[in-house]
């Protein structure tokens, strides 16, 4: 079936540090891949998608890249802001299991960043 | 971008009550809407997709006399936890697709803020 492991947080960092957290799937055929953000108090965000291999999303500084040699999504960033800390999710796009209707997310566990100034 | 929304945000009922939640798209209209249950430091899990004008569809595991959906309108799903049990509790999240695309294309889900459910 369809999965998506993502490391296990909390990560903390400094502000301006590098950041990255891995994400892998398991799909069958060809599934669009996103990160969703979760802000303290607020509803998830989408904050970055790719829908084909090699496809780069990127958004606010963030990026990652469909990989399907080794089915990652990793999500990076150059230099991360305390504004950044948040909840983030992996997830991937599978078809629903209503004959024609619109696609489900599959999450992964969630990393939590804290960002200290 | 899209807007939905959630009501109640937070609500604190006695064992054995019934208490509906509702997922309103705010700008757009979702003929489908997808209700998820979140456990503290764990992901969400879908519990089910709910669709306009027919009856939702369930994901294995999930009690379907339990938890009622009803797609009463293009903007509006409602979640009801029937004769709700401390192990009930939970944050329930609904998101939904801002267009319906046919294939294998994804829709953009904006996901509602959130109701935490407490059974006492």
Redesign the interface.
């Given at each position: 079936g369809n999965s998506v492991t993502q490391m296990e947080g909390p990560v903390t960092l400094s502000e301006e540090a590098f950041l990255t957290i891995n994400c892998t799937y398991t799909a069958t055929g060809y599934p669009s891949l996103f990160w969703y953000v979760q802000y303290p108090g607020e509803g998830l965000q989408l904050l970055l998608k790719a829908t084909k291999a090699d496809d780069k999303g990127s958004n606010k500084g963030f990026e990652a890249t469909y990989r399907k040699e080794t089915t990652s999504f990793h999500l990076e960033k150059g230099s991360v802001q305390v504004s950044d800390s948040a909840v983030y999710f992996c997830a991937l796009s599978a078809p629903a299991s209503n004959q024609g209707g619109s696609e489900k997310l599959v999450f992964g566990k969630g990393t939590k960043l804290t960002v200290n100034p | 971008g899209a807007v939905?929304s959630q009501h109640p945000s937070r609500v604190i009922c006695k064992s054995g009550t019934s208490v509906k939640i509702e997922c309103r798209s705010l700008d757009f209209q979702a003929?489908?809407m997808?209700w998820y249950r979140q456990f503290p430091?764990?992901?969400?899990?879908?519990m089910a997709?709910s669709?306009e004008g027919s009856k939702a569809?369930y994901?294995q595991g999930v009690e379907k006399d339990k938890f009622l959906i009803n797609h009463a309108s293009l903007t509006l799903s409602t979640l009801t936890v029937t004769s709700a049990h401390p192990e009930d509790s939970s944050f329930y999240?609904c998101?939904a697709?801002e267009a319906?695309?046919?294939g294998?294309d994804?829709?953009?889900?904006?996901?509602?803020?959130?109701t935490r459910l407490t059974v006492l």
């Open positions: - | 939905v003929t489908t997808f430091k764990q992901s969400l899990m879908l997709t669709n569809t994901e999240i998101s697709p319906y695309k046919t294998y994804t829709d953009t889900q904006y996901f509602g803020p959130g």
